[in-house]
C-alpha cells in the first residue's frame, strides 16, 4: 500500500517523463518573437519541470518556474512576461491572487491554465476569470501553437492601444519604439528634414 506522498512522488515522475519523450523525439519549434513565460504550480512538480525543459530545449522561448505565490509575485515585479501558465490547479484560493498581479504589470500579455480540463479546472477558469486554457494531455507542441496565435492577438491589441494613443499624443517615443522601432526612426528624421526647412525659410526668406 502506497502512502500519499510516495503517490505524488510517481505520479510526478510519470509526468515528467512524459514530457521527456515529447523532448527526444519532437523537432525543435520556433517561436519567432522574444518570448517570456512564467510557469507557476504549486502541486504538479514534474508536469511543470518537464514543460520548463521542453520550452528551454525544444523552443526559443524564454521560461522560468516557480512554486509559490512570494515566488510568482517577485518575478512578475523584476520583469515583463508574455505568458503565465498556471500549470494544474492551486492549491489554495489565495494563490491565484497571481493572476490580477500579472494582468496588472502585464496588460497585453494571457493567463493560460495548463491542465486536465475537467469540472474543477472548468470551475476554476469561471471563477477566477481566466479566459484561456489548454489541456496538458494534449502534445507540448499543441500548446505552442495556442501561445502563437494568443501572442499574435494580444500584438495586435497593443498596436491599436499604442496608435490610438499617438493620435491624442498620450504615447511616449518608449512605448512606440518598443512596439514598432523603425516608427520612432521616421518620426525623428522628419523632426529633423522640418527643422531644417523652418531654419532655411527664416534665415533666407523671412530675414530678406
Not at 130 to 144: E, H, N, T, V, Y
Amino acid at each position: 500500500m502506497f502512502e500519499a506522498h510516495e503517490l505524488t512522488i510517481m505520479v510526478d515522475r510519470m509526468d515528467y517523463e512524459l514530457v521527456k519523450k515529447q523532448i527526444d523525439l519532437e523537432k525543435p519549434i520556433t517561436f519567432g518573437a522574444v518570448i517570456n513565460v512564467l510557469l507557476f504550480s504549486n502541486r504538479l512538480k514534474g508536469c511543470t519541470q518537464g514543460l520548463l525543459e521542453y520550452l528551454q530545449h525544444s523552443t526559443d522561448i524564454t521560461a522560468r518556474s516557480v512554486s509559490t505565490l512570494k515566488e510568482a509575485k517577485a518575478a512578475i515585479c523584476e520583469k515583463p512576461f508574455d505568458f503565465l501558465v498556471i500549470v494544474g490547479y492551486l492549491d489554495y484560493e489565495f494563490n491565484y491572487e497571481v493572476k490580477e498581479l500579472f494582468e496588472i504589470r502585464n496588460k497585453f500579455s494571457s493567463v493560460i491554465i495548463y491542465a486536465m480540463l475537467d469540472s474543477v479546472i472548468t470551475y476554476a477558469c469561471s471563477k477566477y476569470k481566466i479566459k484561456w486554457s489548454f489541456d496538458r494531455c494534449k502534445p507540448i507542441a499543441g500548446l505552442i501553437e495556442y501561445m502563437k496565435n494568443l501572442h499574435a492577438a494580444n500584438r495586435t491589441n497593443r498596436l491599436s492601444n499604442l496608435f490610438a494613443k499617438e493620435k491624442t499624443g498620450q504615447a511616449s517615443e518608449k512605448a512606440v519604439a518598443a512596439v514598432h522601432p523603425n516608427k520612432i526612426k521616421i518620426n525623428r528624421k522628419r523632426r529633423t528634414i522640418y527643422d531644417l526647412v523652418s531654419w532655411v525659410k527664416r534665415e533666407f526668406f523671412l530675414t530678406n
